[in-house]
């Protein structure tokens, strides 16, 4: 018996269904732990975002964000898919030019963005480095003439707005340390509007992730919008409204806006403003697209009644319920007619937060049962690490035609130490 192999996200199908990939052969194969991904998926997901905002009769475009999951091969399915990047460092930046993105297709976010960083940057130049603070405006501006170019900027404000999500992934108050307070940005702009080093372009805003229902972003984009129009009437010549990513998936349970309801609501926003609205969406894209395939390794009672349940995966592989308490469904790979028991379903690692799930039913998982962690597929692969010296999973891409490539191999223990000296 398979628990279930229809995913609860209904509104943004299609999802990973197990029965649709091989998953016994890969981890036959390939081993486990290992992120299995579907290109199909997420080509679907990626169709079904830009004919939602082609549908709105408005200027658009679609920064995929490379934070969410920036396996070089998913990088280059994005592109493939004639949607553009949002960088986050300038390793993402120089990991989607080898994807084969243009410097113009690529965005710059980040909190805090080094002098080196800020120099290659301007250097490339980008299509725009969303700028975080005045400091930042003027230093991009001092490398901008030292360069002797002009950079197209856009400006992160922080609307405080709250995302209603988990205060981890809240990134829109004003007690976060994103953007400048929304109400500073009139009079920081304008002491900049001459700046020879910067074209000033655009507004940035992104009030948190995993959001579930449409009201913080539309409140947000609101507030960035009347900014926008304000400025403009000053005669700042703005081109974009970045409205930074943030839609949620499904899970556990409930729903999440659809792209329709999405695109059309945020369009709703942006119409008057007459400029050309970004989204930068990650989670939605690939989250959905992946499982984190796993064995189990060890079955043992439980003081409480039930059983822990060991995976060869843990926190370094997925850390996101460790570091968020985040849920991911678990499912049993292969039928099984066995009786459902209540499991503490554990990673090896060295910590008691490694933990992906208490308590869950399973049909009475024994050692060498294949397990799949679902919707892993974004803020997986991309937060694993090698704490207790493990290496760092696979990630292998499936085709719609059921074979699979590897995009990143399974580390060794020589690669792990190839940095480190006696
Ligand atoms: C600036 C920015 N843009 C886009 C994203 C992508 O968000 P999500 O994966 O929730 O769509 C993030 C993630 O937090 C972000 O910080």
Known sequence: MILAVAAPDTTHAPVFALHEVPLPAIAAAEGTPCYVYSAPVVQARLAGLQQAFAACGHPWALHYALKANSSLGIARLVREAGVDADANSIGEIHLALRAGFRPDQVVFTGVGKSPAEL????????????????????????????????????????????????????????????????????????????????????????????????????????????????????????????????????????????????????VDVARPTGLTLIVEPGRTVVGPAGVLLARVIDVKPHAGGGRFVVLDAGMTELMRPALYGAFHRILPVEPSDRPLVSCDVVGPVCESSDSFGRPRELPDPQVGDLMAIMDAGAYGAVMSNTYNRRPLPPELLVQADGSWRTLRRRQTIDDMLALEQA
């Open 119 to 266: 120099t290659d940057a301007v250097g490339l130049d980008l299509k725009a480095i969303n700028a975080e603070s005045a400091g930042e405006l003027d230093r991009i501006d001092a490398i901008a003439r030292t360069q002797g170019r002009r950079t197209r900027v856009a400006l992160r404000v922080n609307p405080d707005v709250d995302a209603q999500t988990h205060a981890h992934i809240t990134t829109g108050l004003k007690s976060s340390k994103f953007g400048v307070p929304i109400d500073d940005a009139p009079g920081l702009l304008r002491a900049r509007k001459d700046a020879a080093g910067l074209e000033i372009i655009g507004l940035h805003v992104h009030v948190g992730s995993q959001i579930t229902t449409l009201g913080p972003l539309c409140a947000a984009a609101r507030k960035v919008a009347d900014l926008a129009v304000a400025l403009r009437a000053e005669g700042f010549p703005l081109s974009h409204l970045d409205l930074g990513g943030g839609l949620g998936i499904v899970y556990e349970g409930g729903d999440v806006p659809t792209y329709e309801a999405f695109a059309q609501a945020l």
